[in-house]
């Protein structure tokens, strides 16, 4: 059993490939970033802290997110079965993390980086649309909600706060500067694996799973049982 990491910048396709490989292998989906819309949603006083960070494009404090990180780790039934998406966001939280992994007697088997060029990572948020009723991501420019590929109502398809060109360009900045570094970390352990995200989602995909079966013998047999 495996934990693994998808990495890039803001609009690399981490959501999009995280809800196949959860559907394909049974993982269960970390992502700081929908944690912390939830409790914007929610209302709830870590919210209302949070909500301006969040549209102003920066990262919110470390603490923060270390415990609802914990929370989800310490549970058993997510034992080396999970996909972080977009965590960790930087050096501090990659630290917290190897803390946290081998307190929970865990491993994280790769990181996948999806590479992809900042004006096309532009044109993807900003075309970006999220359905809150199945969690399919589609977009507008490269790939519409459509009768055949969606079943809900277009009324649940939703664009973020944050998706906008102004708060865009504080993001990648932001992940130049505070989250880019991690990825040496990464390299440092071996664990690092570059994927061309400028490709089609579903070659992109089929890539992570070629390598996702690679890992460990259980994800294997999952696969052959699904
Ligand atoms: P978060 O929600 O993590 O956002 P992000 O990292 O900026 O990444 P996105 O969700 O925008 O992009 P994605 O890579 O998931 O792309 P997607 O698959 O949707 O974080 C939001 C904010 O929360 C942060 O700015 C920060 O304030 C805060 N935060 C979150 N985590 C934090 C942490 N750990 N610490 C501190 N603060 C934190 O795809 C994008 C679009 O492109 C979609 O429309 C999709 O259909 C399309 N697309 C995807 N792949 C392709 C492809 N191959 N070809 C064409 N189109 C594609
Ligand atoms: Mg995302």
């Not at 006083?45 to 270390?66: A, F, P, R, T």
């Not at 009723?133 to 706060?161: A, M, V, W, Y």
């Not at 079966?213 to 994800?219: K, Q, Y």
Request: charge should be positive; aromatic fraction near 10%.
């Amino acid at each position: 059993m495996a934990n693994v990491i998808l990495f890039g910048p803001p609009g690399a396709g981490k959501g999009t490939q995280a809800k196949y490989l959860v559907d394909k292998f049974s993982l269960f989906k970390i992502s700081s970033g929908d944690l912390l819309r939830k409790e914007i949603k929610n209302e709830t006083e870590l919210g209302n802290k949070i909500k301006s960070i969040i549209d102003q494009g920066s990262l919110v404090d470390d603490n923060y997110i270390d415990g609802l990180i914990e929370k989800i780790i310490s549970n058993k039934k997510y034992f080396n079965m999970l996909i972080f998406d977009g965590y960790p966001r930087n050096i501090n939280q990659a630290k917290t993390l190897d803390s946290l992994i081998s307190k929970y007697d865990q491993k994280i088997s790769c990181v996948f980086s999806l590479k992809v060029d900042h004006e096309v990572v532009v044109k993807r948020i900003l075309g970006r649309q999220t359905c809150l009723s199945c969690g399919l991501i589609f977009n507008t420019f490269f790939s519409p909600s459509t009768k055949e590929n969606h079943n809900c109502d277009e009324k649940h398809l939703q664009k973020r706060s944050d998706d906008n060109e102004a708060t865009i360009i504080k993001r990648i900045k932001t992940y130049d500067i505070k989250t880019l570094p991690v990825l040496n970390y990464y390299s440092d352990q071996n664990l690092l694996c570059e994927i061309d995200g400028m490709r089609e989602i579903s070659i992109i995909y089929k890539e992570i799973r070629a390598i996702m079966h690679t890992l460990d013998t259980w994800l294997y047999m999952v696969h052959l049982y699904k």
